[in-house]
């Protein structure tokens, strides 16, 4: 019979990953902590409103991601982002002057990894705390349902490096070490809601000054409908120095600093924090697998960081799953 793959986390890197592995015709079940997929590219929806609260657009620079995301224009859930976009530093306001093209999910961030989903067998609100290894295949623990019923001949843990660490520990010192040498830093991010648009020269800037890093009228990217929403995101440094803060503290010293920038007091806010949001992390071939034992990784601290960095180390993972597999065959 095919064998049959567990893939923890759905964010781009596990869900690329799986769809690798199930258009090579392998049998794929894909789970997730969260209430829905797509990991940190994630939309927050209020009465009225919606914010990307995780990445905030992304890039495609490898053909083989520019292929896929024609794949997602076509669908309608990914589009070109146009903004007016500027940077600020302690010497004022200058334009970006850049030509990157940018790209966001249509409605929302989540809107590709929702695609992706479509043909998978994906279970969401599954938190893994366990992995081990028996004559019979990998076992996982999961803290809402105990012992799964299945078992599988390889897992791919498709979650960040320090999430990673410590399921690795009892089954790999190799890929256990690779994970918590992995560095990723926290983010705060604020959602701003108005009554009414806020009149501002740029719709995103890149601040180089004090706590903020990043500002972008979320409302004013492709397909968005309801309130007008602003998201504001602190630098890694005050993010890291402020991680334990509570949220109250961090929303009003970033909206400060966004009414200091010309901002206005919002009628609302939400805040979030990313414990591990960023990193610049990476591997030779952009993912971690080792055939003896049926056991794999991918995720953007594999490759680089950012959305198409996690897509391709998923996509790479896939294949050399699929190419191990076809070896043995032979
Ligand atoms: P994730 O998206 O983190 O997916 C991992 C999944 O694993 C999650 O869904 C999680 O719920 C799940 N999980 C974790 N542990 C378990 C467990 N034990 N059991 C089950 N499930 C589990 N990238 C860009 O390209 N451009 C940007 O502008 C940008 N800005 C960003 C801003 C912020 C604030 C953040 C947080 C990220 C940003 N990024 C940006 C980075 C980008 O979001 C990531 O690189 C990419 O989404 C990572 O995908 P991934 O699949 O590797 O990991």
Redesign the pocket.
């Known amino acids: 019979p095919n064998p049959r793959y567990l893939v ?8 690329s990953a799986a769809q690798t592995l199930r258009q090579a015709g392998f049998s794929v079940d894909v ?4 209430r829905g ?6 939309t927050r929806r209020g009465d009225g409103w919606t914010c990307d ?7 495609a620079r490898d053909p083989g991601f520019r292929a896929e995301l024609a794949r997602w224009q076509q669908a309608g859930v990914a589009a070109l982002w146009s903004p007016r976009i500027v940077v600020i530093d302690a010497h004022g306001v200058r334009e970006a002057g850049e030509r990157t093209e940018r790209f966001v999910g249509v409605p929302g961030m989540t809107a590709p990894a929702r695609l992706l989903a479509e043909h998978l067998r994906v279970q969401t609100g ?4 366990g992995l081990r290894r028996d004559a019979d295949g990998w076992r996982a623990v ?1 803290a809402e349902q105990g012992e799964l019923e299945a078992r599988f001949d390889g897992v791919v843990l ?3 490096a320090p ?2 660490a410590p ?1 690795l520990a009892p089954v790999s010192s190799r890929l256990a070490t690779a994970a918590s040498r992995a560095r990723m830093e926290g ?1 705060w ?1 604020v959602m701003l809601r108005f009554d009414q648009a806020l009149d501002r020269p740029f719709d995103a800037a890149f601040v180089n000054d004090g706590p903020l890093r ?1 500002v972008a009228r979320n409302s004013g990217k492709p397909g968005r409908e309801g309130q007008e929403t602003w998201l504001l ?1 602190a630098s890694a440094a005050w993010s890291e120095a402020h991680l334990e803060a509570k949220a109250e503290r961090v929303a009003q010293a970033l909206i400060d600093a966004f009414v200091a920038l010309g901002g206005k007091p919002p009628q609302a806010w939400s805040a979030h924090r ?1 414990r ?4 610049e992390s990476a591997v030779d071939g952009g993912c971690l697998w080792c055939p003896e034992q049926g056991l794999g990784l ?4 594999l490759n680089g ?6 897509w391709l ?2 996509r790479a993972l896939g294949r050399e799953m699929v190419g191990s597999f076809e070896a043995l065959a032979r």
């Open positions: 923890i986390g759905a964010g781009l890197a596990g869900l789970v997730d902590k969260s997929v797509g990991g940190r590219m994630s609260h995780g990445a905030q657009y992304f890039t599954m938190t893994i705390t999961c498709a979650v960040p999430q990673a399921l983010c991010s990043w995101h990313w591990y949001a960023i990193t991918c995720g953007d601290w960081g950012r959305v198409e960095g996690a180390s998923g």
